[in-house]
C-alpha cells in the first residue's frame, strides 16, 4: 500500500527519473506526494524526507522557481544541521545548493534589472542575495578543505 517507505522511495526515484526525461510537472506532483507520505510515516525532519524535499528543491531550481526552492532549501539545510551538525556531508551539500540557488535570483534579478540603484529596495535585497550566496560558497569551501586536508 501507499503507507509504506519503500513505496515512497520507490516513488521518490520515479519522479526524479521523470524529471531527467523532462516531464517536470508530473516529477513535481510525484516528488511532493512521496514528501508527504514519507513525512507522515518518518517525520519531517527524517533523512528520506528531507531527501524528497531537497529532491523537489532541485527541480524548482531547475524550471526557474527560485523563490519555491530557496525556501526549500533552507527548511533542509537547517534540519539537516539540527540532526546531522555542520561538518555532515549532506549539510556542506545543502550549503551549496543554497548558494547555487541564491546566485541564480541574484542574477535573474540582474537581468530583469531589478538591481538598478534607482530602486533602493530592490537593489539591497539583490546584494543580500549575492553576500549570502558568497558567505556559502566559503563555507563549503572551508569544510571541504578541513574535510580534504586542503
Not at 96 to 114: H, I, N, P
Amino acid at each position: 500500500g501507499g503507507d509504506h517507505v519503500e513505496a515512497w522511495r520507490t516513488r521518490r526515484t520515479l519522479a526524479d527519473v521523470l524529471g531527467t526525461r523532462g516531464e517536470v510537472e508530473e516529477a513535481e506532483r510525484m516528488l511532493r506526494e512521496a514528501m508527504q507520505g514519507l513525512e507522515t510515516i518518518l517525520g519531517q525532519r527524517h533523512p528520506d524526507t528531507l531527501t524528497s524535499a531537497s529532491m523537489l528543491a532541485m527541480l524548482l531550481d531547475s524550471t526557474g522557481r527560485h523563490e519555491e526552492a530557496e525556501c526549500l532549501h533552507r527548511h533542509v539545510l537547517q534540519a539537516r544541521e539540527e540532526v546531522l551538525g555542520e561538518q555532515h556531508a549532506d549539510v556542506v551539500e545543502g550549503a551549496r545548493r543554497l548558494a547555487v540557488t541564491l546566485q541564480a535570483q541574484a542574477a535573474e534579478d540582474k537581468v530583469r534589472g531589478l538591481a538598478a540603484a534607482d530602486n533602493p529596495a530592490d537593489s539591497a535585497r539583490h546584494k543580500a542575495k549575492w553576500v549570502e550566496a558568497k558567505a556559502l560558497y566559503c563555507r563549503v569551501h572551508k569544510a571541504l578543505e578541513e574535510r580534504l586536508g586542503g
